[in-house]
């Protein structure tokens, strides 16, 4: 695929088909995500993918969490977003503004979206992606990079994906799962799979105009 078509086709995914990904491809994106540039070539990240039985137990893990109203634990704090500087706050507002509207009426959509996180968005795959606890903030640069990278390697593979803060809320119990050593950082779960046609899945997320985030000195 060329790389317009790439970059283009890369949306985040809300429901994800029943179909498997391949082992092989599973391991030819995390490899082509290898390429990733790092802090003196670091490379502070691993990739722990859980799919079949091992993403099972994470999704019943959700569940009895979800059920007891478990608090969120995320490895990386999250910040009340009413204390976010005020164009990404007018970004997010727009964006909760925008996915509302794209359904027929506001119950549909929190339904929906509801649903869709409390099924993992029925991903057949989450590739976690950690780094060690002693690094510096450096690191968490290099796995946005890693993240992205790999996004981009699984669409050139036909593979949908959504980054999600949602999959890493509960990284003790994860970590019990996936067997990750505790002296590592959960940073995000990328979620892997094939788009169904859904409503959910039509909506494309806006960006600020080019002039709004660029400024170049000549
Ligand atoms: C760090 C991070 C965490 C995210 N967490 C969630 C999430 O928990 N649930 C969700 O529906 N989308 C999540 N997203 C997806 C964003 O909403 C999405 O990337 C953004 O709206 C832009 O849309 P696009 O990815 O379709 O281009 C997350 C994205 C990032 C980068």
Known sequence: MDFEHVVDGRYSVREFSDRRISLSKLRQIVKEAQKAPSWVNSQPWKVYIATGTSLSQVKAMFHRQDVAQAPSNPDLAVMSRDDWGGQTQANMKKWRHDIVAHFSSFEEAH???????????????????????????????????????????ARNQGI???????????????????????????????????????????????????????????
């Open 111 to 153: 339904q929906t979206m509801t649903d869709a996180m409390l099924k993992l968005n029925n991903a057949p795959a989450i590739a976690y992606i950690t780094i060690p606890k002693s690094t510096p903030a450096w690191s968490v640069f290099d796995a946005g990079a890693f993240a992205q990278t790999l996004m981009l390697a």
């Open 160 to 218: 949908d994906s959504i980054p999600t803060y949602n999959s890493v809320r509960f990284p003790d119990e994860i970590k019990s799962i996936l067997q990750i050593p505790l002296d590592e950082r959960l940073i995000i779960g990328i979620e892997l799979g094939y788009a169904t046609n859904s409503t959910i899945n039509k909506y494309r997320a806006d960006r600020v105009p080019l002039d709004q985030v660029l400024k170049i000195e000549d």
